[in-house]
């Protein structure tokens, strides 16, 4: 399987651990949204990343869908995402939320990167930081409430690795650490979280140690 997108976007990541923690290998395409969109347009009409290009060519586009036909593959008992009742309610809300924070900070990240700085909108920057540090809030609830316990259950579980897929690209794209609230049971549920070798072996290049900004 081709993975397509850069481990900058947490929804890329979040693809990524999870094939790590299945044992599923695959060939990783560092394509850029920016300057690779013709080539990604190619496998995905979106022009969007992740996608995820099976063996016989077809194309799995978005990473919720991206994420069931891997439990779907997995099995009930190795499905990342609980498959009944309330842990698979509570599982799913989490990273409902998780996965808003995350496109409310792209969204934030594309005002700089796509609009020049004559045409950016306050307000509406203003709108989607309120909006991603609220849903941190509830995630640091969560998180707090199960201090030293995965989100989830007794095993770790799609909501932790979203999490932490979210509250990593966080922390490096918008420094969310130096400008707004901390986030403490956040911040320990990641660390566990990044020690481990199927988080580490997918680290954006902010990652890298010679990084200078
Ligand atoms: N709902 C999508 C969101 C994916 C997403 O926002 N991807 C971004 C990169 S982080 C992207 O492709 N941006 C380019 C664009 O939207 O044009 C998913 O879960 O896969």
Redesign the pocket.
């Known amino acids: 399987m081709i993975l397509i997108g850069m481990f900058d976007?947490p929804?890329v990541r979040r693809v990524a651990v999870s094939m790590n923690l299945l044992g599923v290998p695959f060939e990783h395409r560092n394509w850029s949204?920016g300057k690779d969109f013709e080539k990604i347009r190619q496998y995905n009409p979106l022009?969007?990343?992740?996608t995820l290009v099976l063996p016989d060519g077809e194309a799995l586009i978005?990473?919720?869908a991206i994420l069931d036909f891997l439990d779907d593959e997995a099995g009930p008992q190795r499905a990342l995402v609980p498959s009944t009742g309330k842990d698979r309610r509570d599982a799913l809300k989490i990273m409902a939320v998780a996965?808003g924070a995350a496109?409310k900070g792209?969204s934030q990240v594309y005002e700089t990167v796509f609009r020049p700085a004559e045409k950016r909108h306050e307000p509406w920057t203003e709108r989607c930081r309120t909006q991603m540090h609220a849903a941190l809030a509830e995630l640091e609830r969560a998180a707090q409430s199960r201090a030293g316990n995965w989100l989830i259950g007794t095993h770790m579980t799609q909501a932790d690795i979203t999490c932490t897929c979210v509250f990593t690209f966080l922390s490096e794209a918008l420094e969310i650490k130096r400008t707004g609230p901390t986030y403490p049971g956040l911040a320990a549920l990641a660390a566990r979280c990044e020690a481990l070798p199927e988080f580490s072996s997918s680290k954006a290049p902010w990652f890298s140690p010679d990084r200078k900004s």
């Open positions: 976007s929804f949204v022009g969007r990343v992740p978005d990473s919720a996965g496109e792209v």
